[in-house]
C-alpha cells in the first residue's frame, strides 16, 4: 500500500541553524501538508500547499519557515534560523483532493529537537 | 468555528475487555470526523472515517463508531481489546484540508493483561 515516507526520522540541531525536512507524498496527491506535535500538544496545522503554491498556512507558520516541491516527489519544510520552541514532532501528509471528506495520509514524522 | 474534545486523555483496559474513547466535536457544517491511531515512534495510521454515508463505520483492526448528530459525538469502540491497541488515539474532525483539519488533544489508551 502506498504511503507517506519522511526523513530524517530524528534531527538535533543547534539554536539559529537552518534544517530541511523532507516529505514524499503518496505519488498520485495532489494537496501536502505539515503539522507540528509539540511534546505532549495537540497536532497543529502549520501549511497546506497545492499546484506548486501554499494555499493555507496558521500563524505559527512565520517567516522564518517555506515549503517547496522541488522535484515533483519531494516536499520539503524548511526552518531557516530554529529556534527552542521549534523542538516538535513534524508531521507531513498528503491528499487527493482538498475537498471535504478527503482523507489525509499521514507519514511518521521526524522528531526535531532544537538545542 | 469547529473544534473536538476527547473527554478522557488516558483509558485504562484489561485485554479482553471493551474498549469506548470518546470524543464530541462542534463544527459549523456537516463535517468528516476520523479517528488516528498513534503508535510509540509511528506515524499516523488511519482508523476510520465518516462522511455523511452510514452512521456505524467500520475500521481496521475491529474498530468502530457512531456518528450521532443529535449529541455532537463520534466515540471509538471495540469489543474486545488487546495488547496491541496500546497507543494514543486522536480524533480529527475535518471540513476540508488544512485549516479545516482540527485534532483532538489525543487519548493514550493502556491495555493490562
Known amino acids: 500500500e502506498p504511503e507517506v515516507t519522511q526523513t530524517p526520522s530524528h534531527q538535533v540541531t543547534q539554536m539559529g541553524q537552518e534544517v530541511i525536512l523532507r516529505c514524499v507524498p503518496i505519488s498520485n496527491h495532489l494537496y501536502f501538508y505539515w503539522y507540528r506535535q509539540i511534546l505532549g500538544q495537540k497536532v497543529e496545522f502549520l501549511v497546506s500547499f497545492y499546484n506548486n503554491e501554499i494555499s493555507e498556512k496558521s500563524e505559527i507558520f512565520d517567516d522564518q519557515f517555506s515549503v517547496e516541491r522541488p522535484d515533483g516527489s519531494n516536499f520539503t519544510l524548511k526552518i531557516r534560523s530554529t529556534k527552542l520552541e521549534d523542538s516538535a514532532m513534524y508531521f507531513c501528509?498528503?491528499?487527493?483532493?482538498?475537498?471535504?471528506?478527503?482523507?489525509?495520509?499521514f507519514g511518521p514524522g521526524t522528531r526535531l529537537l532544537v538545542l | 468555528a469547529q473544534s473536538v474534545t476527547q473527554l478522557d486523555s488516558h483509558v485504562s483496559v484489561s485485554e479482553g475487555t471493551p474498549v469506548l474513547l470518546r470524543c464530541n466535536y462542534s463544527?459549523?457544517?456537516?463535517?468528516?470526523l476520523f479517528w488516528y491511531v498513534q503508535h510509540p515512534n509511528k506515524g499516523l495510521q488511519l482508523l476510520l472515517k465518516?462522511?455523511?454515508?452510514?452512521?456505524l463505520v467500520k475500521g481496521i483492526n475491529g474498530f468502530e463508531a457512531e456518528f450521532k448528530k443529535s449529541e455532537t459525538s463520534f466515540h471509538l469502540t471495540k469489543p474486545s481489546a488487546h495488547m496491541s491497541d496500546a497507543a494514543e488515539y486522536f480524533c480529527v474532525v475535518s471540513e476540508g484540508g488544512g485549516f479545516k483539519t482540527i485534532f483532538g488533544a489525543g487519548t493514550r489508551l493502556f491495555v493490562k493483561a
Open positions: 501528509a498528503s491528499s487527493e483532493g482538498g475537498a471535504f471528506g478527503e482523507t489525509q495520509y
Open positions: 465518516y462522511t455523511s454515508a452510514a452512521t
Open positions: 463544527s459549523s457544517y456537516s463535517p468528516s
